[in-house]
């Protein structure tokens, strides 16, 4: 059974009219951004210091409860990361190469919040729509 008490929420802008597999692709760069980011190497075993390991352990085993919503513009994805930071969760925003869409041009595409606990990621994400 998904956990209830932790989730991610991956945030995609609608606006750039991304082709479903292109959104695919992007919100699971961000939904695994959390453990690239805070991962090392260190006599080849792999080793992750997270924020908050006990609701990212309790997610792990509970169903890793994923939410998708969007926003219309780059600005709404920048504010958005923006109440998530100051909030002290933990948010990563994607940014496209550009290689295969939006002609060469590095793009923020999407971001994801958590995993955290619901109630938290609620307050900065419960207004939007899903995607």
Same mark, same amino acid.
């Given at each position: 059974?998904p956990?209830?008490?932790?989730?991610?929420? &991956?945030? #995609?802008?609608?606006?750039?009219?991304m082709?479903?597999?292109k959104? &695919?692709?992007?919100?699971?760069?961000?939904?695994?951004? $959390?453990?690239?980011? $805070?991962?090392?190497? @260190?006599?080849?075993?792999?080793?992750?210091?997270?924020?908050? /390991?006990? @609701? #990212?352990?309790?997610?792990?085993?509970?169903? $890793?409860?994923?939410?998708c #919503?969007?926003?219309?513009?780059?600005?709404?994805?920048?504010?958005?990361?923006?109440?998530?930071f @100051?909030?002290?969760?933990n948010?990563?925003? &994607?940014?496209?190469?550009g290689?295969?869409? $939006?002609h060469?041009?590095?793009t923020?595409?999407?971001?994801?919040?958590? /995993?955290n606990?619901? @109630?938290?990621?609620?307050?900065?994400?419960?207004q939007?729509?899903?995607?």
């Amino acid at each position: 059974m998904p956990s209830k008490d932790i989730k991610q929420v &991956i945030v #995609v802008r609608k606006d750039l009219n991304m082709r479903k597999g292109k959104q &695919i692709s992007q919100g699971s760069h961000a939904s695994l951004a $959390f453990l690239t980011r $805070f991962s090392q190497i @260190e006599e080849d075993t792999l080793s992750v210091k997270l924020k908050n /390991p006990e @609701e #990212v352990q309790q997610w792990l085993n509970e169903g $890793f409860t994923k939410i998708c #919503v969007s926003v219309d513009s780059e600005s709404e994805l920048d504010a958005v990361y923006d109440a998530a930071f @100051e909030a002290g969760l933990n948010v990563h925003m &994607i940014v496209d190469s550009g290689l295969t869409e $939006f002609h060469g041009v590095k793009t923020k595409t999407c971001l994801a919040i958590g /995993p955290n606990k619901k @109630e938290d990621i609620d307050k900065i994400t419960g207004q939007l729509k899903l995607l």
